[in-house]
């Protein structure tokens, strides 16, 4: 069972940037994706980026591509979120995940651990 805890969300003004940070508290393996997401009220979780261990390949959603940079770090076992220019239709409760077997990164339903979430608000 890995947990995944996320933290660095708060309030930017739009324009700004924040850095999201998913720590997890074990090994993150190969062939492991992790991926981040986020979620607004009334809405489905939306797939934001996703980054495969094994090679460090990288997946965007086009409503973040350019803005958001998905990175990670094997020795604190940690990924992370890049972002910049923020809008505040970026305003969301962001989460990170793992998805430990194949299935498209885009789905939820295909990651099998997630973090409580973090929230993130962007002051017009």
């Known amino acids: 069972q890995v947990q995944l805890v996320e933290s660095g969300g708060g309030l930017v003004q739009a324009g700004g940037s924040l850095s999201l940070s998913c720590a997890a508290s074990d090994r993150i393996f190969r062939s492991y994706t992790m991926g981040w997401f986020r979620q607004t009220p009334g809405k489905e979780r939306e797939a934001l980026a996703s980054?495969?261990?094994?090679?460090?390949?990288?997946y965007y959603a086009d409503s973040v591509k350019g803005r958001f940079t998905i990175s990670g770090d094997n020795a604190k076992n940690t990924v992370y979120l890049r972002m910049i220019s923020l809008k505040p239709e970026d305003t969301a409760v962001y989460y990170c995940?793992?998805?430990?077997?194949?299935?498209?990164?885009?789905?939820?339903?295909?990651?099998?651990?997630w973090g409580q979430g973090t929230q993130v608000t962007v002051s017009s």
């Open positions: 980054i495969m261990w094994n090679g460090r390949n990288t």
């Open positions: 995940a793992a998805k430990t077997y194949g299935g498209s990164w885009r789905s939820s339903d295909n990651y099998d651990y």
